[in-house]
């Protein structure tokens, strides 16, 4: 027996993330600019949308211009097929047991998918067959990452096998590289001279391959060369950038709470757990309901600034102290009038004055947790209501 997690009521949950569409459709369009006329954009949504929702992720970004959804799960390729978007949807990560399941009907919805070894083929074959339609798919090859894909010296006989198997259609060669985020690393050149080389071998064998992809976020933005036929785009869609771009971003996702109370304390106050910080002055503190069971990274304790919005306006508060499991602490300073209800961001796009104080990035936290901002948006959890804006 499966048990889902029993829901709670959102209007019970002080804790919002609340997630900006408009966001999404204007990075997409942004990142859009970059591309020539032939160079289509896949906007990834796995993840749930990298936490911000996928179907909501899905139609923002389609509306910006996305004409490829991609998404792991041939679940969630199901959910997006479903939802009679108005984009072709890629899906690459499946095991056998509940690729048996699940893939005749991703097959029969006109979902791409997938193969990154020889297994998979037969897997995706036997889905087809089912299914009584071709599957149209994308050879993964494995250039230097080592996950999912094939080795340039299996592209013979993989090709081969799939120009003999009249279920399978090739319709595409693709790679994912492993550092992209660092463009003077050169394991994208290299990577992408594996590619080529597994390519033409593949073309040798199964002819001209209709479409070649590689780039992520980062090869978008700092690798021209490496846009092909398609690119796959996923964390500058929600607005933060991995690496220092000129391009327009902006975060889609902001992360808010409430004041559960406000309290005044004197100097030498220890807050939370093992006192790793005491106050160095009297000050209000202020308790959030929101902790590391939400998403925050407990490991970035002690060093965010979040924003207030009191009666008085906006004003920056320092988290202090250990992030807890349900709540963290803010100083909020010895003259502050804030009270308990006032609302809080953790991270985001307070939305106030444009020249008032900011909260906190998605980014921020990761440089606080060592991390990276694709955890800190995938990290909030369920039990953290999304609103749509
Ligand atoms: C195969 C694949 N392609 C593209 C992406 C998008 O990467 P990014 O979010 O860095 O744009 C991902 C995400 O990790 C991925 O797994």
Known sequence: MTIPIPAEDPRHVPNRAVIDPSAITENTRAMGTLLEEQTALMAVVKADGYGHGMLTAARAAIEGGATWLGVAHPASALALARADLDAQILTWLFEPHTAKIVLPEVLGSGVDVSVG??????????????????????????????????????????????????FIQVAGAWTHLTSADDPTDPATDQQAELFDSASEALADEVGPIPLQHIANSAATLTRPDLHRDLVRVGIALYGCPPVPTDVPLR???????????????????????????????????????????????????????????????????????????????????????????????????????????????????????????????????????????
């Open 117 to 166: 070894s020889p297994e998979m083929l037969a897997l995706v074959s036997a889905a087809a067959r089912e299914a009584d339609r071709r599957a149209r798919v994308h050879l993964k090859i494995d250039t230097g990452m080592g996950r999912n894909g094939v080795l340039p010296w299996q592209i013979r006989e993989i090709g081969a096998a799939m120009r003999e198997d009249d």
């Open 251 to 389: 975060p889609a996702m902001t992360l808010t709470s409430r004041l559960a109370l406000v309290k005044e304390v004197g100097e030498g106050h220890s807050i939370g757990y093992g006192r790793i910080r005491t106050t160095d002055r009297p000050t209000r503190l202020g308790l959030v309901p929101i902790g590391y069971a939400d998403g925050l990274h407990r490991a970035g304790s002690d060093q965010c600034v979040l924003v207030v919005r009191t009666e008085s306006g906006d004003h920056r508060a320092p988290q202090v102290g250990r992030i807890s499991m349900d709540q963290i602490v803010i100083d909020l300073g010895p003259n502050s009038d804030a009270r308990a209800g006032d609302q809080v961001f953790v991270f985001g796009d307070a939305g106030g004055d444009p020249n008032g104080p900011a909260a906190a990035t998605a980014e921020d936290w990761a440089r606080a947790a060592g991390t990276i901002s694709y955890e800190v948006l995938t990290s909030v959890s369920g039990r953290v209501t999304r609103e749509v804006r």
